[in-house]
């Protein structure tokens, strides 16, 4: 018999190999080539490097205390080809080097994995928050008299059914969220067409309903801003007033629920103190936000398929006359 400790280790590493098998496919549909130049060293791949940045992503965990772990995990190393654990720094250089377009091809490769073809999103929900930059907490910082106010802002589109980041856009300065919205919005459409766009009242601007609308011919419910008696402008934005209780606008909070998951698991501060870095960073959180919520997908789809089965099975078992009965 196992003990809780050991079943509580297995479990892990079951989970941590069936992520690394989901990115290791993922990074090689990418085509990705796998040394930098033909004068690489050719020690490790580019395959093997991103596929640990994302795991160390994964994991929430330092480069140093990252690399130490993976030393101790034989499985891991196997199902990576690796003979010899690579030093931290070689990681800090592969995301110093790689290129963000790879990154951004990568998640794009995410996002597919839950979509067919041709299938389009029913609502998309947009909205905006702040990655920090530095190590520290701001509790201790607080208390240290010294707050760091320096942050990315960063604005992602989810899919409300499957909670499936779609698109994201990151900036190095405080900008206005309709400027965020106008390239995300064409982004996240070019990647996966949606039927409906939700948003709260800080995107309220009739020249983003008629963007929506009349050029991408997709439904818009953004809250107006306005204030009481106040006379609201625009055709869209009139008619957001007697929309204001649509029961689509209530999925909006969907892309907090998206943001709060994202930050508690894979941490909200960025190591990296270039601007260039923080994006690729960002970049790495988003596709292991939505590795994870593929393999939540495929975990919970076979636990009610199997579920479903013990209990159709167990309720015609006592009715042996059925004629289907026989072949189960």
């Not at 190999?17 to 990705?32: D, E, G, M, P, W």
């Not at 994006?279 to 936000?289: F, G, N, Q």
């Not at 078992?317 to 059925?322: A, E, F, I, R, Y």
């Amino acid at each position: 018999m196992w003990s809780k400790k050991e079943e509580t280790s297995k479990k892990r590493t079951s989970r941590n190999i069936r992520f690394i098998q989901l990115a290791q496919s993922v990074v090689r549909s990418t085509r990705i080539s796998p040394y930098s130049c033909k004068y690489s060293k050719k020690i490790y791949t580019q395959h093997q490097h991103l596929v640990l940045l994302l795991f160390k992503d994964y994991r929430n965990q330092h480069y140093r205390e990252f690399v130490e772990d993976i030393g101790d995990m034989e499985t891991i190393r196997e199902s990576l080809g690796l003979t010899d654990v690579p030093h931290f720094t070689t990681l800090q250089k592969f995301l110093r080097r790689i290129k963000s377009l790879y990154l951004r091809i990568t998640f794009r490769k995410t996002a597919n994995l839950f979509y067919a073809a041709d299938e389009d999103i029913s609502i998309t929900a947009i909205d905006s928050s702040g990655f920090t930059s530095g190590y520290c907490s701001h509790y201790f910082s607080e208390r240290a008299g010294k707050l760091r106010k320096q942050f990315l802002k960063t604005s992602i589109s989810v899919d409300t059914d499957l909670q499936v980041i779609t698109g994201f856009v990151v900036s190095n300065s405080r900008v206005h969220d309709i400027r965020h919205a106008v390239k995300l919005i064409r982004q996240c459409h070019k990647l996966r067409p949606s039927d409906c766009y939700v948003m709260d009242r800080g995107y309220d601007s009739n020249d983003l309903h008629r963007l929506i609308r009349e050029d991408l011919h997709a439904d818009s419910i953004i809250s107006p801003r306005f204030w009481i008696n106040e006379i609201v402008g625009g055709t869209y934005r009139k008619e957001m007033v007697l929309r204001s209780k649509d029961p689509k606008y209530r999925r909006r909070q969907l892309v907090e629920t998206k943001f709060s998951v994202l930050k508690r698991k894979f941490g909200s501060d960025l190591k990296a103190r270039i601007f260039r870095i923080q994006t690729k960073e960002i970049a790495c959180k988003m596709i292991v936000c939505n590795l994870h919520r593929f393999l939540q997908l495929v975990i919970w789809k076979v636990f009610y398929r199997a579920l479903f089965s013990i209990v159709f099975i167990g309720s015609i078992s006592d009715k042996p006359d059925l004629p289907f009965t026989k072949c189960l």
